[in-house]
């Protein structure tokens, strides 16, 4: 069964950084898809971004809004992805949840809800003006 367990999140003043950790277990990296979705009170689930783990490369995709900001990356050794968070905006305060997708996805950029079959239980993260 897979399990993903998101990690890192907090408060900081806007400038700052944050990096945030889905630990997965029961999950194969290998020709698979993750993602990292964020939701503020009232809002809808937004995507942050997705990377495609297969044996060419890894390939990430990122939002408009943190794109050159946020860095998704993995660490091979420990079963964990991460979000790298940088000159953190107050309008990047949400909820951030990871997903995990059977298979990687191709067709267009795994940017929805629907294209991932597991979540997280999410983590806050806050940043203040």
């Known amino acids: 069964q897979v399990q993903l367990v998101e990690s890192g999140g907090g408060s900081v003043q806007a400038g700052g950084s944050l990096t945030l950790s889905c630990a997965a277990s029961?999950?194969?990296?290998?020709?698979?898809?993750m993602g990292w979705f964020r939701q503020a009170p009232g809002q809808e689930r937004e995507w942050v971004s997705s990377i495609n783990f297969d044996g060419g490369g890894n390939s990430a995709y990122y939002a408009d809004s943190v794109k050159g900001r946020f860095t998704f990356s993995r660490d091979n050794t420990k079963n964990t992805v991460y979000l790298q968070m940088n000159s953190l905006k107050p309008e990047d305060t949400a909820m951030y949840y990871c997903?995990?997708?059977?298979?990687?996805?191709?067709?267009?950029?795994?940017?929805?809800?629907?294209?991932?079959?597991?979540w997280g239980q999410g983590t806050q993260v806050t940043v203040s003006s």
């Open positions: 029961g999950y194969t990296y290998s020709r698979n898809c």
């Open positions: 997903a995990a997708r059977n298979g990687a996805y191709y067709y267009r950029v795994p940017g929805l809800p629907d294209d991932f079959n597991y």
